[in-house]
């Protein structure tokens, strides 16, 4: 689904949401180079208007490193402002000093404190028959040996559909999943919708899905263990990453005695399902 060019601007609340998503390392560049353009400019403003005692007529330096001592409330005493000019743009600065520093430190903690939950969804989406009957599964994990506590999964398919009025609507169409609350840990679970005759996919066939524009969204929200906050991942599947007549294969094995292993390996492996094999 395409977003219209209208929404797509940059607003001040959306640059932050990103910067909260956002690698370290780009956080910590975009807190730097913002410090550094800020000083820059009031260092070119110190620069024209003069009246900063102790600095070298002319020096960018000497009136940059006052802006930074300026901004950063440092104040070694040397420089320092003889106009009212100079004052005045003491003042403002002053004033945007903390609030820069509020930000920065805001944004810091939110992106260190946050939760990222470690959820692997399989690449793929499989239709294969359970007990009889066509089931869409689709396969998540949890990359961290910490557990998420009741995982709520859902299965959302969206399509276009044509109304009794001959109209063309792009609806959502929850799937119902033989389990919707379960632990995930370190293993894995198998989201698993029945396509019976109430189901939305009944009768589904990959030309359809694809003339359809089908997309099917897989999404996790629950509570992480260690830290009790609430995470959330998801996974958005196309036509191309739903294959019919494929099955996961399966990664337990039994062991002597009451015992069985779960082999990590091969997450994505899918293979022919047992009607086609």
């Known amino acids: 689904m395409k977003v219209p060019p209208s929404a797509r601007h940059l607003t001040l609340g959306s640059a932050y949401r990103r910067l909260l998503s956002a690698p370290?390392?780009?956080?910590?560049?975009?807190?730097?180079?913002?410090?550094?353009?800020?000083?820059?400019?009031?260092?070119?403003?110190?620069?024209?208007?003069?009246?900063?005692?102790?600095?070298?007529?002319?020096?960018?330096?000497?009136?940059?490193?006052?802006?930074?001592?300026?901004?950063?409330?440092?104040?070694?005493g040397e420089m320092?402002?003889?106009?009212?000019?100079?004052?005045?743009?003491?003042?403002?600065?002053?004033?945007?000093?903390?609030?820069?520093?509020?930000?920065?430190?805001?944004?810091?903690?939110?992106?260190?404190?946050a939760v990222h939950p470690r959820v692997a969804f399989a690449r793929v989406a499989v239709v294969t028959p359970l007990e009889g009957v066509p089931t869409l599964m689709v396969r998540v994990r949890s990359e961290q040996w910490s557990s998420i506590a009741g995982a709520l999964v859902r299965l959302t398919l969206i399509r276009t559909e044509?109304?009794?009025?001959?109209?063309?609507?792009?609806?959502?169409?929850?799937?119902?999943?033989?389990?919707?609350?379960?632990p995930l840990s370190a293993g894995e679970l198998t989201m698993i919708h029945s396509i019976n005759a109430s189901s939305p996919l009944h009768?589904?066939?990959?030309?359809?899905?694809?003339?359809?524009?089908?997309?099917l969204f897989a999404t996790v929200v629950g509570i992480d263990g260690p830290t009790g906050q609430l995470v959330q991942a998801g996974h958005r599947y196309t036509t191309h990453d739903i294959l019919f007549g494929r099955r996961f294969v399966s990664r337990v094995t039994e062991l002597p005695g009451p015992r069985m292993r779960l082999d990590l390996q091969g997450f994505d492996e899918v293979g022919p399902d047992s009607a086609r094999s």
């Open 24 to 76: 370290p390392g780009v956080v910590l560049a975009v807190i730097a180079g913002l410090f550094l353009a800020v000083n820059l400019v009031f260092a070119v403003l110190y620069l024209t208007v003069g009246g900063i005692a102790h600095a070298r007529p002319g020096s960018f330096a000497d009136a940059f490193f006052f802006s930074v001592q300026t901004l950063a409330t440092i104040g070694y």
């Open 80 to 113: 320092h402002p003889v106009s009212l000019v100079a004052n005045l743009i003491v003042t403002i600065e002053a004033l945007l000093g903390p609030i820069l520093t509020v930000m920065g430190t805001g944004l810091v903690f939110a992106r260190a404190s």
């Open 203 to 215: 009768g589904a066939t990959p030309g359809s899905l694809r003339a359809s524009g089908a997309e």
């Open 162 to 182: 044509r109304d009794a009025e001959g109209q063309t609507l792009h609806r959502m169409r929850d799937l119902a999943l033989t389990r919707e609350l379960s």
